[in-house]
């Protein structure tokens, strides 16, 4: 096996374990066929892959029941390239060279000749792999055939969406939308429509599931009258589905169903469907619901939202799943510009404030991430009366994660809700995080004085960060005294060169005499990173001579950082 290329390992030992005796390992290797194809890439599972799979003849039931099952999911592998790439090929066509040579591939579904071989051994009867990947070509073949061909596809077509195979089913629902949109508007509403009837009134929910995207596609084209005598009912029906999956689909979707059906279907026919749906007995048909909140309530009237909508809202916010309170948190804040001021304070707040105490952090974090668009309509004294203390509770979490997330939020917040409010209220808190006992905390903090800085400006830094950076300077623990110089080096090409020479450069030249040598050698590597912004009279007179005694110093590390700033330091003297 040495001998073999690496890329060609996995069908080495593939080949050895599909002719080893023990059937047990004959099957464990069948069973890894999608991973090995995978590993392969598409090219060389067509062109090695199924060639071995086609010669390789194995007398055993089992074994082969298993290769027919892997198989039947290889079109990812295999066929969708294909028909990727004829339909690259067939749009490029001229139209009489469509009608010769590719409408006779769709119709008889000649697609993909890999399998037919083993197709022959593994089953009695025609392989569907064929039928699967025809589906997806009927809107390239369609513009350019003739009257009666057109009329032989939508009937082929109709065929296909009745297949004994659900996976050919879903196939043909999923490309409905790109035939139709081909279709001419008379058949559209007769033959496409009949078949789009089946599909919604199949068995196998993963086909009705994708005929839920059939039902926006083909709104878009239908006239207003026709979609809601043709798409709306199936709509409703959907939102009731045995199957959760059909009506997280339609919970998904249902902002785009009703763009199709137009406002007055949804206010009397979709609205109550979408109160099912939020009230749904499936967490994930609640999720998807709850993440469409703000859009759908975007097309009503604000009463209608107040009426139908709130309630629903309200049972969220307290959810049993945290998910569900997640997905409700990171939309609900849009709902404040649709219902306005009055209702957004009478009935959305207490909503908001429920969500800001939340157990799970991240309905918090999801609540503060959109807090502008609440500011902008009940304005920052309401809302900052109740952010705080959630903002507070955050900054202390126990979990890392969590304090680091609500750090990265703070620039966002305090150019939403203004300067004043960040020095009444969250200076304190930016500065307790510089010592953090976590330094990925300590790095963030650190990071976030800057953009702060650059926010609210230079002379708001000297004011407000400086002073208290300078106090910190003398922290009695050395990993903290570190996390200032950093936040020197960040802040002071925001604060530009004069503030950084009166104020800064002395703390930096006070803390290379320190006694600890990580201190020391970051020393070094801060006044390297300062050169470009100091005067040429400012490095000779006080950079350099700090950074020649740092290359004499006992420790090694810190020799190796000084002398690497004073070859920054030569560099920079010699281009001048």
């Known amino acids: 096996m040495a001998m073999i290329d690496e890329p060609l390992y996995p069908i080495a030992i593939l080949i050895d374990e599909l002719k080893n005796e023990d059937i047990q390992l004959r099957l464990n290797s069948i069973r890894r066929l999608s991973t090995i194809a995978r590993a392969l890439g598409e090219e060389r599972t067509r062109k090695e892959l199924i060639p071995f799979l086609s010669e390789n003849n194995d007398d055993d039931d089992e ?93 082929i077509y109709g065929q296909l969406c ?111 469907a979408y109160v099912r749906l939020l009230r749904d007995n499936e967490a994930e048909v609640r999720i998807a619901a709850a993440g469409k909140v703000t859009k759908f309530c975007r097309i009503l009237n604000s009463q209608l939202a107040v009426q139908h909508i709130l309630p629903c809202v309200k049972e969220l916010s307290s959810d049993s799943s945290q998910h569900v309170r997640s997905a409700l948190a990171s939309v609900i804040m849009g709902m404040a510009p649709v219902l306005g001021k009055d209702a957004t304070i009478e009935q959305l707040l207490p909503i908001f404030l429920s969500l800001l105490k939340d157990e799970f952090p991240d309905v918090r974090l999801n609540i503060i991430s959109k807090l502008d668009q609440v500011n902008q309509v009940i304005g920052i004294d309401l809302l900052s009366q109740s952010l705080l203390p959630a903002i507070v509770e955050l900054a202390e979490d126990r979990h890392w994660r969590v304090r680091l997330a609500i750090i990265e ?57 400086v002073p208290q950076l300078l106090e910190k300077i003398s922290n009695q623990h050395y990993l903290h005294r570190m996390t200032i110089l950093q936040a020197i080096s960040l802040l002071a090409p925001v ?13 930096i030249i006070t803390a290379s005499k320190d006694r600890v040598p990580n201190i020391k050698f970051n020393v070094a590597k801060v006044l390297q990173s300062l050169i470009p912004i100091f005067d040429h009279s400012v490095v000779e ?15 090694v590390d810190v020799r190796y950082f000084a002398n690497q700033a004073l070859h920054a330091c030569d560099a920079v003297m010699m281009s001048s």
Request: net charge negative; aromatic share 8%; charged share 20%.
């Open 541 to 555: 007179q006080t950079v350099r001579p700090c950074l020649v005694e740092l290359s004499e110093d006992p420790d």
């Open 162 to 272: 009745q297949d004994d195979t659900p996976m050919v089913r879903r196939s043909a629902a999923s490309n409905l939308g790109k035939f139709a949109a081909t279709v001419e508007p008379n058949n559209l509403k007769t033959d496409i429509m009949s078949t789009f009837d089946d599909l919604t009134q199949d068995d196998q929910d993963s086909v009705r599931l994708l005929a839920v995207e059939g039902c926006a596609a083909l709104g878009k084209l239908l006239e207003p009258q026709d979609c809601v005598a043709h798409i709306l009912p199936v709509i409703v029906n959907f939102s009731q589905d045995k199957s959760w999956r059909v009506r997280y689909m339609v919970a998904n979707q249902l902002y785009e169903l009703c763009e199709a059906v137009g406002p007055e279907p949804t206010s009397s026919d979709l609205v109550p």
């Open 409 to 465: 939020y703070i620039p966002l917040l305090s150019s939403q809700l203004g300067v004043g409010f960040f020095n009444d209220k969250l200076g304190a808190l930016c500065m307790q995080w510089l010592e953090d006992k976590v330094f990925s905390i300590r790095e963030a903090a650190a990071n976030n004085l800057k953009r702060l800085a650059e926010e609210f400006g230079p002379e708001w830094a000297m004011q407000h960060i």
């Open 495 to 507: 604060l530009g060169s004069d503030i950084t020479c009166q104020r800064l450069l002395p703390v």
């Open 63 to 155: 074994v082969l029941l298993a290769m027919a099952e892997e198989l039947g999911v290889f079109i990812p592998y295999v066929g969708e390239k294909a028909v990727e790439s004829l339909c690259r090929i067939g749009a490029q066509m001229k139209e009489n060279d469509v009608v010769e040579w590719f409408i006779p591939l769709v119709k008889v579904n000649q697609i993909d000749s890999f399998f037919v071989p083993i197709a022959q051994r593994l089953a009695a009867g025609e392989w569907f792999t064929a039928r699967v990947s025809s589906c997806g070509l009927f809107h390239i073949a369609y513009p350019s055939a003739t009257e009666l061909l057109k009329a032989e596809l939508r009937s």
